[in-house]
Every structure is written in C-alpha cells, then in structure tokens.
C-alpha cells in the first residue's frame, strides 16, 4: 500500500478537562533547579554580606522614589494588595473554584493552584535562610508603603506572579491562547518587578531572585507531578461528580506459577 493511500492515524487528544495531567519536564529536572538554587542563595548570601552591594542597589529604589506619580502610585499599591498574601490566597482560590466547579476540571485546578502555590512559596523557604533587610525606607524621598523586617530576598509577590504565569502557560499550552497566556505572563511578573522597585521595599537582585527561584520550584514541581501525581489524584473518588480523573493504573496481579 503506498504512502497516499495509507490510512493517516488521527492525533490523540487530550481531554480539556486533563489537559495538566502531565505537565511540561526539561530533562534535568532534578539538577537544573538544584542549580538554579545554589546561584539564587549565592547571590542572596552576597547581597546580605558583601559591603556597598546594598548601597548600590538602593540608588534605583531612591530614583524611582524621586519621581513617583499619582497614577503610578496608585496602580503600584494596587498591585501589592492583589499579590499580597491575602490578595494571592483568594486569587488562586477563586482560578481553582473556577477550573472545579465552572470549567468541570479537576485535574486542571489541582495542578493550577499547585503550580502556582509552589512558585509563590519557593520565596518563603530562601527568605529564611538568607534574611536580607529590606530597604530603609527613610533613605527612601517618598516611601509608599514603609516596611522593614528581614524578608527582602527574594519577592514573594514576583514569586507568586511567576507561578501564575507558569499556570497560565500550562493551561494555555497547544490552544490558540497559548501565545498571549506567554505574553500576558511576562507583562504580569515584569510589572510585578518594577511595581516592587517603585514602591521602593525591594532591591533589584531580590525580585531578580524571585523570578529564577520561583522558576526553579517549578520546574522541579513538575518532575514530581509527572511522577506521582496521578497515582495520588486517581484515588480521589470524592473529586469525580465534578469532572473526570485520570484512569487508575490496572492493579497487578497473581505471578503466574511455574509448573511443578
């Protein structure tokens, strides 16, 4: 039978409700991050010890300072309450009710709110060890929202912005929205950054930080999820009147017996 004649074996689809039941995996997916890490805590560990590094970051918050505007003002304080801790809880909380109950996804909202969680939380785990103060904000000619405290590195509104992109993106990935999800992911983590800056409660490095430390959580999050995660979520009976699960793995049974 010849080429033209053959029959053409259709793709295989995805259900939308399954869509993130495997996620996107580099190959190194133990390494990459664990490296990705070790440089984010050297240049945490740098920025904290190294004398002049933080009077020499301080001179891009003091400009911005220097030049705030109403608008901007506003814009940028409105940014921080929505990826404030209690403004990103009830964000991802409200994007996961909407995959479960909405979009009948529960798959897609466990990995979502997963995703997004671990990019967010990454930033909580290298702020204890590297304890980097913020800021003074009377160095600062207009401090917008004085805060002080050793919680400066890396940001954890720009991790958590990093970990929406990455939902975003994964839910997006193979559709037509897949472009703008990239572009509305870096419009979100960069005006994230530079809202940080302005109102002047970060250094550069530390939402620099933020976005490769979240990055590498997630990454990592996702060897992890490909691995186990579908075992765990298929034995979630409780979860099916909402939307399907994946399939649990057939059972393995008796070892034939040798003949005697």
């Not at 839910?171 to 992911?185: D, I, M």
Request: net charge positive.
């Amino acid at each position: 039978m010849s080429d033209d004649t053959a029959p053409r074996r259709e793709p295989v689809r995805t259900h939308p409700a399954l869509r993130l039941e495997s996620l996107p995996q580099i190959r190194r997916w133990i390494i990459v991050p664990g490296m990705l890490l070790a440089a984010v805590l050297a240049l945490g560990f740098s920025a904290r010890f190294i004398p002049g590094f933080a009077g020499a970051e301080l001179v891009a918050d003091q400009e911005l300072s220097r030049h705030h505007d109403g608008v901007l003002n506003a814009a940028a304080m409105a940014l921080s309450g929505i990826f404030s801790p209690v403004g990103g809880t009830v964000l991802l909380a409200l994007a996961c009710l909407f995959l479960l109950v909405v979009r009948r996804a529960p798959v897609n909202a466990m990995a979502f709110g997963s995703v997004a969680s671990v990019g967010w939380l990454s930033a909580q785990l290298v702020k204890v060890v590297v304890e980097r103060p913020r800021p003074n904000p009377a160095l600062l000619a207009d401090p917008l929202a004085p805060e002080t405290g050793f919680d400066s590195f890396p940001s954890g509104h720009v991790s958590l912005a990093v970990g929406l992109a990455f939902a975003i993106w994964f839910l997006a990935r193979g559709t037509r929205r897949e472009r703008f999800s990239v572009v509305l992911g870096a419009v979100m983590v960069v005006g994230l950054a530079l809202s940080r800056l302005y109102v002047g409660v970060h250094y550069p490095s530390d939402v620099l930080a933020a976005m490769v430390s979240a990055s590498a959580a997630v990454l990592f999050f996702c060897g992890l999820w490909n691995r186990y995660a579908m075992a765990l979520v298929s034995r979630l009976g409780f979860l099916r009147p909402f939307g399907p699960l994946p399939q649990r793995p057939p059972a393995a049974g008796p070892l034939p017996r040798s003949g005697t």
